[in-house]
């Protein structure tokens, strides 16, 4: 990738596509979390840094579970904003990132 800002997976990017396109998006967003985050210590700073930057790109985060070596971050369920991307940290393991629809 030549654009190492996560500004490219915006939420506009992902409500844009559907189907196998969309979990085209989630795949590459999830390889390029996965590197960054990779052996990070801590693994919270890089997961923070990472977080704030698909906040600023319009997606509406937050933190669902945490331990020190994974984390679980996701729409807000409590005042739903719509589909959203939930994102699974790994420090050791390959990030996941998947689509989830409203409600």
């Not at 030549?2 to 979990?23: H, I, K, M, P, V």
């Not at 590459?28 to 790109?57: K, N, Q, W, Y």
């Not at 669902?64 to 996701?74: C, K, L, S, T």
């Amino acid at each position: 990738m030549t654009d190492d800002s996560l500004a490219q997976f915006d939420r506009a990017a992902f409500l844009a596509r559907a189907g196998e396109e969309r979990e085209a998006l989630c795949n590459r967003l999830a390889a390029d979390l996965s590197t960054r985050v990779r052996g990070a210590a801590p693994l919270h700073d890089a997961v923070m840094a990472a977080i704030a930057e698909l906040r600023s790109a319009g997606h509406d985060l937050w933190s669902f579970d945490a331990d020190d070596d994974f984390e679980i971050w996701g729409p807000n369920y409590m005042t739903p904003t719509g589909p959203g991307i939930v994102i699974m940290f790994h420090q050791d393991d390959a990030t996941t990132v998947e689509w989830r629809s409203a409600g």
